[in-house]
């Protein structure tokens, strides 16, 4: 990761106010460069959630502009659009919810490959290769979403999302669902992975313990507006706003510096 490498993400002065005009993400501007993790983090209702939506595209800005690999990604239409669609993914909270529960686990996988236009012919040997990519033995290809626990759904929630060949990999609060143990080995495989394949991740999460486990950067969004931003080590060390000092406070259960 070096200074002239063009930002793969670019959020620049976005605000999203939902109709009622209450203003989710509130005047934003950051980026995440090729091959870096940018955490970001913020309590519940913060925003997270809906700066996810506007960086994949799935909701327009209020004002402001985001642009992927210097597209709008909420403009990327026919073959070049989804060229460049391709590169920009999504690992959910959820994934039991974003999963067909009717769909065994390499269907899912089969389908992303089939959207990106991998031969019929190559899916399969692709989706064994992309389970074991993610940790899983490609035998799990044939369960469906019911019969497997929350971090082998998570893992194939990430191999669906390698499917298409992302250099950004949107994770939205990928682990909070999960129990500490498997929580730690998802956070391990995500890094392996960037290690692996150059990801970029934007990752969020509630929690500054986790985000702490794997971010380069740090952005905290509080009521949707950056409070503070900077080198994931110098946030530790040295938090500057008093809501970033309370939030690590929490994460390392240690008595509130406000106090
Ligand atoms: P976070 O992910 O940090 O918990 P969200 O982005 O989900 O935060 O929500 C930020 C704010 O926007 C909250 O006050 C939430 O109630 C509001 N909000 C989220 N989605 C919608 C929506 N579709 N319509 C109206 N308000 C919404
Ligand atoms: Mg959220």
């Known amino acids: 990761m070096t200074d002239s490498q063009d930002p ?27 091959g870096e993790t940018l955490g970001l983090v913020g309590e519940s209702g913060s925003g997270k959630s809906t700066l996810a939506r506007l960086a994949l595209g799935l909701i327009a800005p209020s004002a402001g502009t985001v642009r992927f690999a210097g597209h709008d990604p ?11 669609r391709a590169r920009l ?14 769909l065994r686990a390499g269907e899912a996988v089969n389908f992303a490959l089939r959207t990106h236009g991998t031969p019929r012919r190559e899916r399969p040997a692709v ?16 369960r ?14 990430i191999a669906r999302a390698l499917a298409t060949g992302p250099r950004l990999v949107i994770c939205d609060e990928p682990t909070s669902a999960l129990d500490p143990t498997t929580q730690a080995q998802v956070l391990q495989l995500l890094t392996e992975l960037q290690d692996r394949l150059g990801l970029a991740y934007l990752f969020i999460s509630h929690d500054l313990a986790v985000v702490r ?3 380069h950067r740090v952005t905290v969004l509080r009521h949707g507006r950056v409070v503070e ?10 938090p500057q706003h008093p809501y970033t000092q309370a939030l690590l406070a929490a994460a390392t259960d240690e008595p509130s510096l406000l106090h």
Request: overall charge positive; hydrophobic content about 40%; charged content about 20%.
């Open 144 to 157: 469906h979403p019911g019969e497997l626990s929350g971090g082998q759904l998570q893992r194939v929630a």
């Open 213 to 215: 486990q794997l971010a």
């Open 8 to 34: 793969l993400l670019i959020l620049d002065h976005v605000t999203k106010r939902y109709p009622r005009g209450q203003v989710a993400v509130d005047d934003v501007t950051l980026t995440v460069a090729p």
């Open 89 to 102: 993914q999504f690992v959910p909270q959820h994934p039991r919810g974003s999963l067909n529960p009717s």
């Open 74 to 84: 909420g403009r990327l239409r026919g073959r070049a659009g989804r060229a460049v």
């Open 229 to 238: 931003e900077g080198r994931a080590d110098s946030i530790w060390t040295a």
């Open 127 to 142: 989706v064994a290769e992309l389970f074991r990519q993610v940790g899983l033995d490609p035998l799990l290809a044939r």
